[in-house]
């Protein structure tokens, strides 16, 4: 029993040892829970800060925030900015400027970021973990490669833009076209050295294929009027909804000849058809609109398709479900810039009811002039159903402009990349070029990331089959 004492002391000391050794090595543990975090922080102009664990550093974009358009009443429009990956040119000062529209009405910029163009894409969290759903993964055909790319929240009450009444949302394309032309020119001006110079693109797709014209002819209209010019070099318009008029009067021919609907179901269109366009010559534009929407209905019931936009796919672009619920996270929001009290509207009813008699008037008049003072790209994914091939095809061939003969006149020459693969088909003449992508639908750069980025980049820098030998461009760098 003697020799018992020391060993028990001996084990206790041990013991105590042991646990002052475990709480040394787990203090720095607990005390960088009590401090400011070491990484890098995304500071939101309203004072509130996050950590970017949920976003990798080099995702988040270069500027973020809002553009005021009224400084009124406080409507802003919500940007993400993303300067080019690798500079090409010889300073970013000379390095082009895209902005993405996207259509709706009313949905936000946003899709266009994450899941089309932007150079970073939502995708689901395959390590199945509940508290972090999606991750964002690196997109290999973004737009910003070697351009800028500046996403707009158009109009306000879109996305995180900010309405401040919903009178205020406008109901029109010179109000859409006011807007963004402030927008703009507040952007220009938080680095007016950088951006004033820099040769400006305007893109978007769907219903933008108003807000595009609509601002681009608002653009040469101002420059013409004051000493402050925006340097507008193009517009693109992606499966645009234009010249509603003449569009609306194509959807049965195209679900017919793509085997989608009977001999009797494309007269019982027609008819439908026909009725929205004499509404529209009667500038009866909320019926013409209702009418236009009966149309599309009796598409989808005929057809029984998943989604009009891709008539190849089984089911409807899921992604857009990630990106919204992506963006409902707080700590995205604060990331982002985004105001605390702003909510996500993915695609605002407000706003698609405000611009509501907008729907079936025509903005043709507008990429006249763009297409006389500018230049002008048209691209289709070959399965829309919407307002695809077909349906631009109709449109451009009734343009006024002097050259249009010698456009449609033009070869249309096949188009392929990485070798032998077939990408679609361009047409173009002078300033107007015609695209159509295969394999895609509605959301071209979400079905083809990489042939749209060789698309874009191909007719900025007048490359390939969009070579202009008066190019001023130098040559791109892979």
């Not at 509404?279 to 019931?301: G, I, Y």
Request: a negative charge; one cysteine or more.
């Amino acid at each position: 029993m003697e020799s018992t004492t020391p060993k028990l002391l001996l084990k206790l000391t041990i013991l105590i040892s042991i646990s002052v050794f475990i709480l040394i090595q787990l203090f720095p543990i607990f005390y960088l829970h009590q401090v400011p975090s070491l990484w890098p922080q995304a500071t939101s102009k309203f004072g509130s800060s996050s950590p970017v664990s949920l976003f990798p550093k080099q995702a988040l974009p270069t500027k973020s925030g809002y553009l005021t358009v009224n400084s009124t009443t406080g409507s802003s429009i919500f940007y993400t900015f993303y300067e080019a990956q690798s500079l090409t040119f010889p300073d970013l000062s000379q390095t082009p400027l895209l902005i993405w529209l996207q259509g709706g009405p009313g949905c936000s910029s946003l899709f266009g970021n994450f899941m089309e163009i932007g150079p970073w894409h939502v995708n689901l969290n395959h390590h199945h973990d509940h508290k972090h759903p999606f991750v964002l993964e690196p997109n290999p055909g973004s737009w910003n490669r070697i351009f800028g790319l500046l996403f707009l929240d158009n109009p306000i009450g879109s996305g995180f833009s900010i309405a401040s009444s919903t009178e205020e949302i406008p109901t029109d394309q010179f109000s859409v076209a006011k807007h963004l032309y402030i927008a703009i020119t507040e952007f220009i001006k938080l680095d007016s050295t950088l951006f004033s110079s820099r040769l400006l693109y305007i893109v978007g797709e769907s219903y933008a294929g108003k807000y595009v014209p609509a601002i681009g002819y608002y653009i040469l209209k101002k420059n013409d009027e004051s000493n402050h010019v925006i340097n507008l070099a193009g517009v693109a318009i992606g499966n645009g909804l234009v010249d509603p008029e003449t569009q609306v009067g194509t959807h049965a021919d195209n679900a017919y000849f793509s085997g989608l609907i009977n001999e009797k179901q494309r007269s019982e269109m027609e008819r439908y058809q026909n009725e929205a366009i004499r509404l529209a010559k009667l500038k009866r534009w909320r019926d013409a609109t209702n009418a236009r929407h009966q149309v599309v209905d009796m598409l989808r019931d005929m057809t029984g398709l998943p989604t009009l936009f891709d008539y190849s796919k089984k089911t409807p672009y899921h992604k857009t479900q990630w990106v919204t619920d992506f963006l409902h996270d707080e700590k995205v929001k604060r990331i982002l810039s985004v105001e605390e009290s702003a909510v996500f509207r993915n695609c605002s009813h407000v706003v698609s009811v405000a611009l509501y008699e907008d729907n079936m008037k025509s903005v043709k008049y507008m990429v006249e002039l763009l297409v006389k003072r500018s230049k002008v790209l048209l691209y289709q994914g070959q399965f829309d159903l919407w307002d695809g091939v077909f349906s631009t095809e109709a449109w451009v061939k009734t343009l006024e402009w002097e050259e249009i003969g010698k456009f449609l006149a033009a070869e249309r020459r096949v188009w392929r990349v990485r070798g032998d693969e077939l990408a679609g088909y361009v047409q173009t003449w002078e300033s107007l070029s015609n695209v159509v992508v295969s394999r895609a639908g509605h959301l071209v750069p979400a079905d083809q990331p990489l042939n749209s980025q060789a698309m874009i980049e191909g007719w900025i820098l007048e490359t390939g089959l969009f070579r202009n030998e008066q190019s001023s461009f130098p040559p791109v760098q892979s």
